[in-house]
């Protein structure tokens, strides 16, 4: 397997040349293509309210990613909802909960974390403040079902919020798929996308490599590879992950 055209599924970054990306490019010769395999549309406050949830009846609002708050405030903004004082966030990651501060001064409000990045840490973080109502802003997909087990199991007050629909980007018309040696998927919704567009895609000789346990998970279930998994204790980045498959199979090494 060599591999000298990778396609990231995601935006490329702002200023490439100063991102690890540009030092993969380099050290292995190869070539890095970005496209973002799925859009986000933002649900509008008219739709929103059709759902009847209020959501200043809440006593706190639970965000499992960064999507999830953009959406989310937006969503408040649009609705001249102002959050109050006494609201409290719990966030499934540390960088979440950093995240968090574009929208919410932590001086003034109440921001909680996981532990670490297991679900576990955050299911424990839940549980602990059952006490209080919760509202979990999601997609169209609604909450992964391992956090609704726990919600329903703990017999904690809450709703879903849809803030956002994901949809397939039009890959079939933009992307000459058969070009790339090697795709990088960051969640379940880019491997749905590459299904969607490509009902008859079979993976072959292309490598796979994936960022987050969802993601590969996604890849799995398709009856797929994945030759390169990030965050591990090796390979804490997706970057790391690719530097490390890439010493064995890029076509050449600088």
Same mark, same amino acid.
């Given at each position: ?31 890095? %293509?970005?496209? $973002?395999?799925?859009? +986000?549309?933002?649900?509008? *406050?008219?739709? !929103?309210?059709? /759902?009847?949830? =209020? ?93 609704? %087990?726990?919600? $329903?199991?703990?017999? +904690?007050?809450?709703?879903? *919020?849809?803030? !956002?629909?994901? /949809?397939?980007? =039009?890959?079939?018309?933009d992307v000459d798929i ?24 079979e993976q072959n000789n ?19 590879t994945v030759h390169a ?26």
């Open positions: 397997m060599k591999i000298k055209n990778i396609l990231i599924s995601q935006n490329a970054p702002e200023d490439f040349e100063r991102s690890p990306y540009a030092e993969l490019k380099k050290k292995y010769s190869v070539n890095i %293509d970005f496209y $973002k395999f799925f859009k +986000i549309n933002s649900t509008t *406050a008219q739709e !929103f309210r059709k /759902t009847h949830i =209020n959501i200043l009846e809440y006593e706190a609002i639970v965000f499992s990613s960064t999507n999830t708050i953009d959406n989310f405030f937006e969503l408040c903004k649009d609705m001249r909802i102002e959050m109050p004082e006494s609201m409290r966030y719990y966030c499934a990651t540390e960088s979440i909960a950093l995240y968090l501060q574009k929208y919410v001064a932590y001086r003034k409000r109440r921001v909680f974390s996981a532990k670490d990045a297991q679900a576990s840490s955050f299911h424990d973080l839940l549980i602990k403040n059952k006490q209080y109502s919760m509202l979990v802003p999601c997609s169209q997909d609604g909450i992964p079902p391992q956090l609704e %087990d726990i919600l $329903k199991e703990n017999d +904690i007050k809450y709703a879903q *919020a849809i803030v !956002f629909k994901i /949809t397939p980007a =039009n890959l079939a018309n058969e070009k790339y040696n090697m795709i990088v998927f960051f969640s379940p919704n880019g491997v749905k996308s590459l299904q969607t567009n490509f009902p008859n895609f292309k490598a796979f490599a994936a960022l987050g346990k969802a993601a590969i998970q996604a890849i799995e279930d398709a009856g797929w998994k990030a965050p591990t204790k090796e390979t804490p980045s997706i970057t790391d992950a690719l530097d490390n498959f890439l010493k064995e199979h890029a076509t050449r090494r600088r």
